[in-house]
């Protein structure tokens, strides 16, 4: 057996691989306005369909609350996954999150044009 000592504790990530933290607010800031598009959006759209002459029903708030929330979920998601990566790493988690919100938006909006009458009350 030899005398050295291991040191069991993992090495410390280098700090030139760290994003600054201004790099961090401005990507984040450039990619949650994307995101609060696609909040202000499906608010929108929320109350539109709401105050129609016909409101809406439970699947219907269900629905549109939904996409309502579910960009503040992804951003949130993808921030925690790329917060402490280098910055076009960060940007792509974020973009990739907001592609994800693109496609759930367009899932709700050829819903409701297809199948909107299941929507009103």
Sequence with gaps: MSDEIVDAAPAARPSRLRMPVWGLVTVSVV???????????????????????????????????????????IFGVAFALGWRRTWWQ???????????????WLNVIAYAAVYGASFLG
């Design 90 to 104: 960060f940007a792509l988690v974020l973009l990739t999150g907001l592609c994800v919100v693109s496609v759930f």
């Design 31 to 73: 990619f949650g306005l994307f995101y609060a598009y696609a909040l202000w959006n499906a608010l929108a759209f929320l109350i539109e369909q709401a105050n129609g002459p016909l409101g809406l029903n439970g699947y219907g708030w269900f629905v549109l609350l939904l996409a309502v929330v579910f960009p503040v979920i």
